[in-house]
């Protein structure tokens, strides 16, 4: 039940992605800036679960833990308070 619900959160988040992306743009994740990051409300998660993806794959890590996501997101926002042309992925680096 739990990875039912862990899998669905995850495409519903996935499903808004796009929203970042106005119109079907492309985005390069390593460019995506504070400003942009925190001009899309409804983007902030989908962008912390897709960094989450990426992160994890690379140290190979398979524990989803929403908590740390929500401080993530915190975290994130403190650290783009006057800097919007931070890159958002270099925070997680």
């Given at each position: 039940?739990?990875?039912?619900?862990?899998?669905?959160?995850?495409?519903?988040?996935?499903?808004?992605?796009?929203?970042?992306?106005y119109?079907?743009?492309?985005?390069?994740?390593?460019?995506?800036?504070?400003?942009?990051?925190?001009?899309?409300?409804?983007?902030?998660?989908?962008?912390?679960?897709?960094?989450?993806?990426?992160?994890?794959?690379?140290?190979?890590?398979?524990?989803?833990?929403?908590?740390?996501?929500?401080q993530?997101?915190?975290?994130?926002?403190?650290?783009?308070?006057?800097?919007?042309?931070?890159?958002?992925?270099?925070?997680?680096?």
């Amino acid at each position: 039940m739990k990875t039912i619900m862990i899998t669905a959160v995850s495409l519903a988040c996935l499903a808004t992605l796009p929203t970042i992306a106005y119109a079907g743009q492309k985005v390069d994740m390593a460019e995506l800036t504070c400003k942009e990051f925190m001009a899309d409300p409804d983007g902030i998660m989908p962008t912390i679960f897709w960094i989450d993806g990426y992160l994890s794959n690379a140290s190979g890590n398979t524990v989803i833990d929403p908590d740390q996501m929500g401080q993530n997101v915190q975290d994130v926002a403190k650290e783009c308070n006057g800097n919007p042309d931070q890159k958002i992925l270099d925070l997680f680096n």
